[in-house]
């Protein structure tokens, strides 16, 4: 990053994680505006927390996060995190991406709907409409959840994990997304074990333990010999 001007948030000796263990440690970093930044790491090295602080739904337990603007940032938790049972369906899922504008329950305008159709088509879910959210396979509700992500129109996306379990096209289509999203304005931060997706990002963050290991542009961060030293030889030919 080039200036202050480019950076949409900064964290500084982030401590945060769950009751009194701490999941991430004295993290500094810092998220370019109108970029794709992607979080990469083992499985429990902290990627998810770090998508949960920046959204608001966890408190750091030190440090600081600082954001420029204070728009609600859209956030598309792991799939795994949305209970299959709820008896709502891809249309009413999206459209609760409007209450940040709307408030809970109230009625929705042309615009809300027109953002909300526009954003399902955009994820090939609008034939899905009426469908039952858990009567979806997978990907299906993945992308009917970045959608709903989307409909926010926020000027900070967060996804955790948003390609996992997408076939080739599905995956294709996320990251389009992604990229019509930026280039829109949206600041896009994901965490990713996709070491391709992570390398077409414009920002990288490696994570291990809770501990950054490197920040800076993709090619450099995953490096063979980077991720070598996180998971060991096998991996540092990706
Ligand atoms: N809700 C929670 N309550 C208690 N501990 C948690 C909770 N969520 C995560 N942790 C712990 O915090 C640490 C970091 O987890 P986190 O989910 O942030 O990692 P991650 O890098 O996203 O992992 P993964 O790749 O498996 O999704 C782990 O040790 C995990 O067990």
Excluded at 71 to 89: C, E, H, K, M, Y
Excluded at 178 to 205: E, F, I, S
Aim: overall charge positive; aromatic content about 2%.
């Amino acid at each position: 990053m080039r200036n202050e001007e480019e950076t949409a948030v900064v964290v500084q000796g982030l401590t945060a994680g769950y009751a009194r263990r701490a999941a991430l440690r004295d993290l500094t970093a810092r998220f370019p505006r109108a970029r794709v930044t992607a979080v990469v790491g083992p499985n429990g090295s902290g990627k998810s927390t770090l998508l949960g602080v920046l959204a608001g739904v966890v408190r750091p337990m030190s440090g600081s996060v600082e954001r420029a603007s204070t728009r609600r940032p859209g956030f598309v938790a792991q799939r795994s995190a949305v209970s299959d049972n709820l008896p709502i369906t891809v249309r009413e899922v999206v459209q609760m991406g409007r209450w940040a504008h709307r408030g809970p329950w109230r009625r929705l305008s042309e615009r809300d709907r027109s953002v909300v159709d526009d954003r399902m088509a955009r994820l090939g879910v609008l034939d899905l409409a009426s469908r039952r959210l858990g009567a979806l396979s997978g990907g299906q509700r993945q992308r009917a959840l970045i959608a709903q992500g989307l409909a926010q129109e926020p000027d900070l996306l967060l996804l955790d994990e948003p390609a996992t379990g997408l076939d080739l096209e599905a995956r294709r289509c996320v990251s389009e997304v992604l990229d019509g999203a930026k280039a829109h304005g949206v600041t896009v931060v994901h965490a990713t074990h996709d070491l391709a997706a992570a390398k077409r990002a414009d920002h990288c963050l490696l994570l291990k333990e809770g501990r950054l290991v490197a920040e800076g542009p993709p090619g450099a961060v995953l490096a063979p010999e980077a991720l070598a030293h996180i998971w060991g030889p096998a991996q540092s030919e990706w």
